[in-house]
């Protein structure tokens, strides 16, 4: 009998503390903000949850993020440059422009710019993982990266190439590593 008591109060109680634990645990994801478009004026910006307009449109030529939690992808107007931004609208840094449009992530970095030379970004929190150093660089493959530090781009019609004589891999710390071997 005493037992059968104390399951009707552990029970619930513990119940209660684990949905409460879940509600709090769901709100603290739920905090993001959605990209809208005012479709007459083609202009950008971003709501809460609630509807409620917190970037209004027209501050941005372009919102590529379309789910804002910690930083966002947007195109500043009238200079095409590609931005990340954080909650409070401090630009983060420049990001890499790729296929018109800001890089995509590769291994869970993205390519970013500072004084034109390229280093890469984590894709979930946004944070500098290896700072803009390279003249050319790409997308990460098989946990290494081609960089080089004397590179130029040379423009063929409407696209452009990269060339060096110099080009060594990184690491996702930015550590010069070994040309890695092909995969059989």
Same mark, same amino acid.
């Given at each position: 009998?005493?037992?059968?008591?104390?399951?009707?109060?552990?029970?619930?109680?513990?119940?209660?503390?684990?949905?409460? *634990?879940?509600?709090? #645990?769901?709100?603290?994801?739920?905090?993001?903000?959605? #990209?809208?478009?005012?479709?007459?004026?083609?202009?950008? *910006?971003?709501?809460?949850?609630?509807?409620?307009?917190?970037?209004?449109?027209?501050?941005?030529?372009?919102?590529?993020?379309?789910?804002?939690?910690?930083?966002?992808?947007?195109?500043?107007?009238?200079?095409?440059? @590609?931005?990340?931004?954080?909650?409070?609208?401090?630009?983060?840094?420049?990001? @890499?422009?790729?296929?018109?449009?800001?890089? *995509?992530?590769?291994? *869970?970095?993205?390519?970013?710019?500072?004084?034109?030379?390229?280093?890469?970004?984590? #894709?979930?929190?946004?944070?500098?993982?290896?700072?803009?150093? @390279?003249?050319?660089?790409?997308?990460?493959?098989?946990?290494?990266?081609?960089? #080089?530090?004397?590179?130029?781009?040379?423009?063929?019609?409407?696209?452009?190439?990269?060339?060096?004589?110099?080009?060594?891999?990184?690491?996702?710390?930015?550590?010069?590593?070994?040309?890695?071997?092909?995969?059989?």
């Amino acid at each position: 009998m005493k037992r059968d008591q104390a399951l009707n109060i552990i029970v619930p109680l513990l119940l209660f503390i684990s949905l409460a *634990g879940c509600g709090l #645990s769901i709100k603290k994801h739920n905090d993001y903000l959605v #990209s809208f478009n005012d479709t007459i004026k083609d202009q950008w *910006g971003y709501k809460n949850q609630n509807g409620e307009i917190i970037i209004p449109a027209g501050r941005y030529a372009r919102c590529f993020t379309d789910t804002f939690k910690i930083y966002a992808f947007v195109v500043k107007p009238n200079s095409g440059l @590609f931005l990340a931004i954080d909650r409070q609208e401090n630009v983060l840094y420049e990001v @890499f422009p790729f296929d018109n449009g800001p890089d *995509g992530p590769s291994e *869970g970095l993205f390519r970013i710019l500072a004084d034109k030379k390229i280093g890469y970004a984590d #894709s979930l929190t946004g944070k500098i993982v290896v700072k803009p150093q @390279f003249d050319c660089a790409w997308p990460f493959e098989n946990g290494v990266a081609e960089v #080089s530090t004397d590179c130029k781009t040379q423009t063929e019609g409407e696209h452009s190439i990269w060339i060096s004589n110099k080009w060594y891999y990184i690491d996702k710390n930015g550590e010069k590593v070994e040309k890695p071997k092909p995969i059989k």
